[in-house]
């Protein structure tokens, strides 16, 4: 029996392990299907104090091996389900067939990309449609991409992008972008980058590669067609919850609801932290601070604290 599982391995289920090792709980993370989460793909970390910069893999592999030598267990497997049985045990089934008995769970499995739902999307994922620029951009040297989306991950997708492209389009459905002002600046001075206002994709044409995008017009529906070798979707994130099915409250966006400023969530002995949670600041600074507020509250739970 463990005193403490944390699902998700990003900043927030790391730091909640670094403080529960910390406090003799000998925390289990379960990592999920990405080990370190949405950062292990971003390109560099600038906002992070202590780091001026960062590359997300690498900050992340130092997270997870702080983990490690505080005393934390690293399961690189999937949470399918978790119950509760009724002498106030949880039990959390693996993807390999596991089940773990806890007295506590922290979920902090953050969110996963949104898809855009148009004809091309899914089917040439992996043959030039990509969520990832720091995963799939070096093999875009000397091409014409496409970036969608208007947000600061666009926006940094899109300047990372200028590393390797000759052209990238960056195709907005509004007349102003939702990112912060230094990345506004950064996009619009970089002279590869070519800004679309008001566009949609409404089809991502290809065989066994992309070749070209059909863009919608917002105001007058005209369509232009655009050859690219690549498209780059980020236009959000959506919770990762599925396995959790009606045992927590959520909000209308299936984010989970916490209490009074603390990471309670409405079953107790769960505890929730990160970009997971409804409201949450989706920054990695913030992250690990809700996982070390979730440690200290599943301490109290437990009755070390
Ligand atoms: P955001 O939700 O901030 O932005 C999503 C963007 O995609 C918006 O511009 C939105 O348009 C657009 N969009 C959404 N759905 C569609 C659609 N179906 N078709 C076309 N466009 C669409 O997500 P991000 O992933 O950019 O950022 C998530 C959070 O992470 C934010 O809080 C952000 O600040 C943070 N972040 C911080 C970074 C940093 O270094 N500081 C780096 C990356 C992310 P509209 O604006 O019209 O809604």
């Not at 045990?89 to 693996?94: A, E, G, S």
């Not at 600041?281 to 601070?289: P, R, S, T």
Request: hydrophobic residues 40%; negative net charge; glycine residues 12%.
């Amino acid at each position: 029996m463990e005193q403490i599982v944390i699902v998700g391995s990003g900043p927030a289920g790391l730091t909640c392990a670094i403080y529960a090792a910390r406090s003799g709980l000998s925390p289990t993370v379960i990592s999920g299907e990405e080990p370190g989460g949405q950062l292990t793909k971003t390109s560099v970390i600038e906002n992070f104090p202590g780091f001026r910069s960062i590359d997300g893999a690498d900050f992340m592999a130092k997270m997870m091996e702080q983990s490690e030598s505080c005393g934390a267990k690293i399961i690189f497997e999937s949470v399918k389900k978790i119950e509760k049985t009724k002498d106030e045990v949880f039990l959390i089934l693996l993807s390999d067939g596991v089940t773990v008995s806890s007295r506590s769970v922290v979920i902090a499995t953050g969110a996963s990309h949104k898809k855009l739902g148009i004809p091309g999307e899914l089917e040439l994922s992996n043959k030039g449609v990509s969520w990832c620029a720091t995963c799939d951009g070096p093999m875009y040297r000397g091409k014409r991409v496409a970036v969608i989306g208007g947000g600061n991950s666009a926006l940094m997708e899109a300047i990372f992008l200028t590393q390797f492209a000759d052209d990238v389009f960056l195709l907005h459905r509004r007349d102003s972008f939702r990112a912060d002002n230094i990345m506004c600046h950064r996009a619009s001075d970089n002279p590869k980058i070519h800004i679309l206002w008001n566009s949609v994709v409404s089809r991502i044409v290809g065989d066994s590669k992309v070749r070209e995008i059909v863009i919608e017009d917002v105001n007058g529906g005209e369509k232009t067609v655009l050859p690219v070798n690549g498209v780059f979707i980020a236009i959000g994130t959506r919770p990762v919850t599925e396995f959790i099915g009606d045992i927590l409250d959520f909000d209308d966006e299936g984010y989970i609801k916490t209490q009074n400023g603390s990471a309670e969530t409405s079953c107790r002995g769960i505890f929730a932290a990160g970009d997971v949670v409804s409201g949450s600041l989706k920054q990695a600074v913030y992250a690990a601070g809700a996982g070390a507020l979730a440690a200290c509250n599943a301490e109290e739970f437990l009755g070390v604290r």
